[in-house]
């Protein structure tokens, strides 16, 4: 298993060099002039040519890369056009509050999921299952910045009253409710339908049978044989479905005007601040092949033939 596991890593790697030229492709597209946007409209000629000189801008574009990606690789970001600051000591703020936000929303959903998912396969065929699967496809079927926006109109000041609908610095912790439960509804039906189907098809495996037909508990039976086999290839779905928090709480955050890096990227995207932005997409570029690492790694871990190979 560790070879499978440096053949990844490598191969995440790869994608991460590969993201990188993506994203230095696509800021150098972006239209204006980066000087002129920083220093304004009533800027002199002279003083642009010096900012671009600063800036690097009159470089060839391979050099600006090379340059660009020797930083990243020493750890420096570059600093922001639009506030000359450091780019890693302006994101460290952000960073941490989208990280907080969707590790609430992890928390969340994955166990509510797992749980129901579990109990719609247990109760197959039954009331619980028929509205468990109709809700779950009806909740996946809808934009997720859709479901934010329901959300406010049922439980925002314009409904019920119970939360504020955006974000505010002095507002309290009830402010952070709406995009939690956003971004949880976001995520939990492909866990759900993944939990249920692989539950059913656990449950009515022979082994699972023949624990039964040796006069096990129904409880015994679950926890011990069908659970452990089940969370493989769940576990590979809760994965992607975190990995998807990362770029999916950019369209969330700009909705509740929350301060995480879905807001930086949007400023920095109306501001052409291309170190911000090349920064912030590497940055969501690589929790996501980290995340799916881990998914491959669960995966691997939870497979009987790799387990037994390994003995």
């Known amino acids: 298993m560790t070879r499978l596991i440096v053949v990844r890593l490598l191969f995440g790697a790869l994608t991460l060099w590969a993201v990188s030229l993506v994203v230095f492709a696509a800021t150098q597209a972006l239209p204006g002039d980066a000087a002129q946007l920083i220093l304004g409209r009533d800027a002199t000629p002279e003083r642009l040519a010096v900012l671009r000189e600063q800036l690097n801008l ?11 990606l020797q930083g990243i690789v020493q750890g420096d970001l570059g600093t922001s056009f639009s506030n000359r600051q450091p780019v890693a000591e302006y994101l460290a703020a952000p960073v941490q509050s989208s990280m907080t936000l969707m590790g609430l929303a992890a928390l969340v959903a994955t166990p509510v999921a797992l749980a129901v998912g579990a109990t719609s396969a247990l109760r197959r065929d039954r009331a619980f299952d028929h509205s468990s699967s109709m809700g779950t496809l009806v909740v996946a079927s809808i934009p ?16 019920l009253d119970l939360f504020p609908s955006v974000y505010a610095r002095e507002g309290g912790p009830d402010q952070w409710i709406l995009p ?7 995520v939990a039906p492909p866990i759900v339908r993944m939990m249920r189907a692989t539950m059913i098809e656990v449950l009515e ?8 037909l040796k006069g096990m508990s129904e409880r015994l039976v679950l926890w011990r044989h069908a659970a452990p086999n089940a969370i493989g290839p769940v576990a590979q779905v809760v994965a992607l479905q975190l990995a998807w928090l ?34 912030v997409v590497l940055l969501i570029a690589g929790i996501y092949i980290l995340v799916n690492l881990v998914a491959d790694v ?5 497979n009987p033939k790799v387990r037994v190979a390994n003995r």
Request: charged share 10%.
């Open 58 to 68: 009159g470089e060839p574009v391979a050099v600006q890369y090379m340059q660009w």
């Open 205 to 212: 495996s022979e082994y699972v049978q023949q624990a039964r």
């Open 180 to 186: 939690v439960l956003t971004l949880s509804l976001a």
């Open 298 to 302: 669960i995966g691997l871990a939870a």
């Open 246 to 279: 990362a770029g999916g709480v950019v369209a969330i955050e700009y909705l509740f005007n929350f301060p995480g890096v879905g807001k930086v990227l949007m400023d920095a995207i109306a501001n052409r601040d291309v170190p911000l932005i090349q920064a």
């Open 144 to 159: 997720e910045f859709v479901v934010g926006i329901l959300l406010i109109l049922l439980l925002g000041p314009g409904g």
